[in-house]
């Protein structure tokens, strides 16, 4: 089968698009026809070396997160799937091999996809979607009416942080840069700050939940900008936000990292919020898996407007 692989760390011309061992299912496996994946900046940031002390030094390796696809071979242990299903999902970040014809995953990873998304928009979902779910849900404890800001709005992350908080019934601040504000107006933010024109934590507004997506602003520096009982909600660990953490023990504003899972009851509670039309993904290009270089280059140039996904 063909899949993408890359024999040693660095630029988006390592990466090889090329002949690889089509995988067995176990007993506890499903095996999936993969149809299409997407770009996260996690692949790149393996690609580069950057995770080395995850990923080692062992070639060749893989990557890929996000799946869709159909359901070819059902493990013997397994009653909930049958061959044929359309399905959605993740693997692990940092062992994913979603770059490739066919994948072995687990149901713990797998639904069926949202029945009014295409493979290609479903494969924009399931990574990004989790994080902004869990990023609000589970670290930012989100309710009915609170204030919310995110911070890199219009991202692949960001635009599915956008309208989960409005389903959540949240009044939501986007910053983005002037270019993307008519897109966060579009998926429903209330207000938007363009960040060349202007600094969030400069203004007299507080909010319930701070989301930084992007990681160039700081607990501490937040301080001020989130309410008493606020929490700042942060996708990168640095020494600096550890000890940003530190500092939060002293105070009844929290400071919280977001690590993304898989996990088969977010992947449920997304599909539903898209088949009711209250999230979609938004795409901003397609290329095929034969066309990675290109799509790991223009991912890194931090400019992405919603997904890039992969057709396999
Ligand atoms: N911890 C976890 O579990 C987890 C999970 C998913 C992602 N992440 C991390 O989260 C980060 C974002 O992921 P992503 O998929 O959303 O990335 P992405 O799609 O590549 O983000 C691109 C977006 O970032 C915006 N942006 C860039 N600089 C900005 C700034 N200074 N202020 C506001 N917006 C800015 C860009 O908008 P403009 O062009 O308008 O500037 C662009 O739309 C990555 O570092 C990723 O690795 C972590």
């Known amino acids: 089968m063909k899949g993408v692989i890359f024999n040693r760390y660095g630029s988006p011309d390592v990466l090889e698009y090329t002949d690889i061992t089509k995988p067995s299912p176990t007993a506890k496996q499903l095996l999936i026809k993969v149809f299409a994946s997407s770009v996260n900046p996690i692949d790149w940031k393996i690609r580069r070396g950057m995770l080395q002390i995850v990923t080692g ?39 994913g091999k979603a770059y490739g014809e066919y994948i072995v995953t687990t149901p713990q990873n797998t639904i069926l996809k949202p029945t009014n998304l295409t493979y290609s928009q479903a494969a924009a979902v399931p990574l990004a979607a989790s994080t902004a779910l869990q990023g609000l849900r589970d670290k930012g404890n989100i309710k009915k009416v609170q204030k919310v800001l995110i911070n890199g709005a219009s991202g692949g992350v960001g635009t599915f942080a956008v309208q989960i908080a409005k389903a959540y019934q949240t009044e939501v601040t986007g910053v983005c840069s002037g270019k993307n504000i008519p897109l966060l107006k579009e998926l429903g933010a209330d207000h938007t700050i363009d960040y060349t024109q202007e600094d969030f934590t400069k203004n007299q507004e507080q909010y319930d939940i701070i989301f930084d997506v992007v990681g160039n602003y700081f607990f501490r520096k937040c301080q001020k900008c989130l309410k008493p009982q606020g929490i700042y909600v942060r996708l990168l660990p640095s020494l600096t936000s550890i000890f940003n953490s530190i500092l939060a023990l002293f105070s009844r504003q929290q400071s919280k990292l977001l690590l993304v899972e898989p996990n088969p009851k977010d992947l449920a509670e997304l599909k539903d919020l898209i088949e009711q039309g209250k999230v979609k993904p938004i795409i901003d290009s397609t290329y095929k898996l034969s066309e990675i270089i290109a799509a790991h280059t223009y991912s890194e140039t931090g400019r992405v407007v919603g997904k890039i996904v992969l057709e396999v």
């Open 57 to 95: 030094k062992k070639f060749p390796l893989f990557l890929g997160c996000d799946f869709s696809g159909e359901v070819v071979t059902v493990g013997e242990e397994i009653s909930d799937f049958q061959s044929g299903d359309q399905v959605y999902g993740f693997l692990s970040a940092t062992s």
